[in-house]
């Protein structure tokens, strides 16, 4: 694969519709009535949406049983939709269709759980529940969690970036921690502008990287866990390619170029959002790099010296596989590998981008789940997959009700899509022909 980089201005998304021959006329899947105007998403020819779920809280991240049920980890803090809905809000939360309607009619709060944290596997539901990463004994089918919470990483640092997200391969517990500076300046030089960085950066001795557990064993301290690839300011996206269980994740940038002489429209445009396929002792090169989107390329950082040309801190860092507009705010990225979807689907991810508060004065981005078609040969360009979350009547600068931050892949293909203003859970099927 090689790199490539697309600038907001620049992008004219490829369309689905056009690559894969979807026709315009099809049949709804078995059972399942598209809703009115697919809930206002705009989506390729050929799909369908549902509202799933709705009003839940703040839906982040989610996972998807054997059985079908879908269990999504929500912060009820966070979410203007709190106490709106008629069941359960924030928590784990457990959803369930049981007439195949694309609809969940049965929702239970199965536990406490905050963050973004959440995943099945060895017959547990794990989750990020505070400062730590739970876990409870899990059956299939089953609306209670068994016993528990058993607590396998404790005491987690806290401040700035707090997500605690994680994935499981076999016996490995691989986890993000973000970082607690926006570029690794002193506590009390946090975002201030001007203000050098620390040099060396103390921060990724125990953050701004990903760090792995035994996912087995209770009582884990940070301490004990292992650093598996540094340079990465935080990645809530963390995911695993099932084909060969390597690690991805994409990245969010820094903020506040600005502070240092650049424009208020330099600042806006950098950096870029980085894809990066991480492998063990992989650098990233966060605090003392960024990815330029004009020199197309890792840059020193202006508290390290930089002036958005040179790259003298640079040369150990690894270069992202794809990046994304800046501040587009990447939330979850999946794999798929369901027969729903036309085949092209098979070879690329999901992304969902949140999007962000600092684009100004340039129009805000990202608000959008994207495709990113992955080949041997290529990555890219992306395609957009679903748009138009809602901008009418919302709260908050940018006035959105809706922004998606979480995506699973249903038992029978679809793909379910989380927000987490409007706490609504969306169902995305391929109508068949």
């Known amino acids: 694969m090689h790199l490539a980089t697309f600038r907001y201005a620049s992008v004219a998304a490829v369309t689905l519709a056009a690559l894969v021959g979807i026709a315009a006329t099809r049949a709804t899947p078995a059972g399942i009535s598209c809703d009115v105007n697919n809930d206002g998403l ?6 369908c949406v549902t509202i799933f779920a709705d009003k839940i809280g703040s839906s982040r991240h989610m996972v998807v049983a054997p059985n079908g049920d879908v269990i999504a980890i929500a912060n009820p803090s966070r979410s203007t939709a709190e106490g709106v809905g008629a069941g359960p809000t924030g928590g784990l939360l457990l959803m369930r269709d049981t007439h195949g309607t694309g609809k969940a009619d049965l929702i239970t709060r199965l536990g406490p759980g905050n963050g973004s944290g959440i995943a099945l596997a060895n017959g547990y539901l794990y989750s990020s529940s505070g400062p730590n990463i739970v876990r409870w004994k899990y059956t299939t089918g ?8 058993d607590t396998i990483v404790r005491d987690i ?35 201030r502008g001007k203000a050098p960085g620390v040099d060396p950066c103390t921060e990724l001795e125990t953050r701004a990287g990903i760090w792995a557990f035994d996912a087995d064993k209770s009582g884990q301290k940070p301490a004990d866990g292992k650093r598996f690839a540094s340079g990465m300011r935080n990645s809530v996206s963390l995911t695993v390619n099932p084909s060969d269980k390597s690690l991805w994740a994409t990245m969010h940038g820094r903020d506040q170029l600005s502070d240092w002489g650049h424009t208020a429209e330099y600042s806006a445009e950098n950096p870029a959002e980085q894809v990066n396929h991480i492998l063990a002792g992989d650098n990233f090169g966060w605090p003392y790099c960024y990815f330029s989107t004009e020199a197309q ?25 794809y990046t994304f507009p800046a ?78 931050t979480g995506l699973a892949q249903g038992t029978d293909g679809s793909l379910y899509v989380a927000d987490d203003v409007g706490g609504t859970v969306y169902k995305i099927s391929y109508s068949k022909k």
């Open 42 to 47: 705009t989506v390729p020819a050929g799909f």
């Open 297 to 321: 390329k890792l840059v020193t950082a202006p508290e390290y010296g930089g002036d958005g040309k040179k790259s003298d801190r640079c040369g150990a860092a690894k270069v992202p596989e």
């Open 142 to 149: 089953a609306t209670t969690l068994g016993g528990g919470p």
């Open 157 to 191: 640092a806290t401040g700035g970036h707090t997500a605690y997200n994680f994935v499981i391969v076999g016996k490995k517990l691989y986890m993000n921690v973000g970082s607690r500076s926006n570029a690794c300046q002193a506590p009390a030089d946090d975002r």
């Open 327 to 404: 501040h587009w705010a990447p939330n979850d990225m999946m794999f798929y590998t369901g027969s729903q979807f036309p085949v092209t689907y098979k070879a690329g991810v999901f992304i969902a981008f949140h999007g962000s508060w600092n684009r100004a004065p340039l129009p805000q981005q990202g608000f959008r789940v994207v495709f990113l078609p992955m080949t041997r040969s290529k990555t890219g360009p992306y395609q957009d997959f679903a748009t138009a979350f809602s901008v009418n009547g919302g709260v908050g600068a940018d006035g959105r009700l809706h922004r998606p």
